[in-house]
């Protein structure tokens, strides 16, 4: 069974950095796609960065672009999400999704059909 755990969330004040975590397991594809939306109350839910895990490839939302970075540790099957340079309109529930169909999408929509629990960040002003 598919299960990805997010870590790392929490809060933070504007401009810091944080680094988010999704421990994949109970699958043994190789090549797929993972990426990170967020979900900020009374908002629609954002994909904001993908990544295909076989070749690197990765999509980043242009309301992240050149501060957050999407990343991946095969061995350790972990997907992360550097973020840097944050503000309070960042401020949401993060999820990380799996795409596992071949060929799968990087650009992180309905597509992803596996999803962790979600793990909260706040950034203050």
């Known amino acids: 069974q598919v299960q990805l755990v997010e870590s790392g969330g929490g809060s933070v004040q504007a401009g810091g950095s944080l680094r988010l975590s999704c421990a994949a397991s109970?699958?043994?594809?190789?090549?797929?796609?993972m990426g990170w939306f967020r979900q900020a109350p009374g908002k629609e839910r954002e994909g904001v960065a993908g990544?295909?895990?076989?070749?690197?490839?990765?999509y980043y939302a242009d309301s992240v672009k050149g501060r957050f970075t999407i990343s991946q540790d095969n061995a350790k099957n972990t997907l992360y999400l550097q973020m840097n340079s944050l503000k309070p309109e960042d401020t949401a529930m993060y999820y990380c999704a799996a795409d596992l169909r071949d060929p799968c999408t990087v650009v992180p929509g309905n597509e992803y059909n596996y999803w962790g629990q979600g793990t909260q960040v706040t950034v203050s002003s």
């Open positions: 990544i295909y895990t076989g070749g690197g490839s990765t």
């Open positions: 109970g699958y043994t594809y190789s090549d797929y796609c």
